[in-house]
């Protein structure tokens, strides 16, 4: 899993630092890119604003993107993924706090490929982040990594 990319686009500081241990203590991704606004994570995937001159081909092999984030919600990201060709295919989990049926329903709406929520314990937040990595950046066969697919 050397060379696979995870996008975390979290506002929460103290989330963030648990996934990244808990990434870590389950070696699971090399690069852990971490955006914090809904804002910057369009502007990282589509290389605008501060992010001009980064390289547009190498984009995640997975997002973990939070519903509540400031500036831009999780959910209008992830419709705007969606609706661009070069962007329509990156597996998105939405992974976040809220258990609030309508942001299920909405997420899923707009093409996220899973839901998962954050578990309040860190063993079992340990345990989904590593299922969840294992699964999507090992069992997952994803679409082909070429733009415009």
Same mark, same amino acid.
């Given at each position: 899993?050397?060379?696979?990319?995870?996008?975390?686009?979290?506002?929460?500081?103290?989330?963030? +630092?648990?996934?990244?241990?808990?990434? @870590? +203590?389950?070696?699971?991704?090399?690069?852990?890119?971490?955006?914090?606004?809904?804002?910057?994570?369009?502007?990282?995937?589509?290389?605008?604003?501060?992010?001009?001159?980064?390289?547009?081909?190498?984009? #995640?092999?997975?997002?973990?993107?939070?519903?509540?984030?400031?500036?831009?919600?999780? @959910? +209008? &990201?992830?419709?705007?993924?969606?609706?661009?060709? !070069?962007?329509?295919?990156?597996?998105?989990?939405?992974?976040?706090?809220?258990?609030?049926?309508?942001?299920?329903?909405?997420?899923? !709406?707009?093409?996220?490929?899973?839901?998962?929520?954050?578990?309040?314990?860190?063993? @079992?937040?340990? +345990?989904?982040? !590593?299922?969840?990595?294992?699964?999507?950046? &090992?069992?997952?066969? #994803? #679409?082909?990594?070429?733009?415009?697919?």
């Amino acid at each position: 899993m050397d060379d696979k990319i995870i996008l975390l686009v979290e506002d929460n500081p103290d989330d963030e +630092e648990l996934i990244r241990i808990a990434l @870590q +203590e389950n070696n699971i991704v090399s690069q852990l890119i971490v955006v914090h606004s809904g804002a910057e994570a369009l502007d990282y995937l589509f290389g605008t604003g501060r992010y001009t001159n980064r390289g547009r081909s190498m984009l #995640p092999h997975l997002i973990l993107l939070d519903v509540k984030l400031p500036k831009l919600h999780g @959910q +209008e &990201v992830l419709r705007r993924l969606r609706a661009d060709k !070069r962007t329509t295919f990156l597996p998105v989990v939405m992974l976040t706090t809220s258990d609030e049926e309508k942001d299920v329903l909405t997420s899923y !709406r707009f093409g996220a490929n899973s839901y998962i929520r954050k578990p309040v314990d860190f063993v @079992q937040f340990t +345990e989904a982040v !590593r299922q969840l990595g294992l699964y999507w950046l &090992v069992l997952n066969e #994803p #679409p082909p990594r070429r733009l415009g697919v």
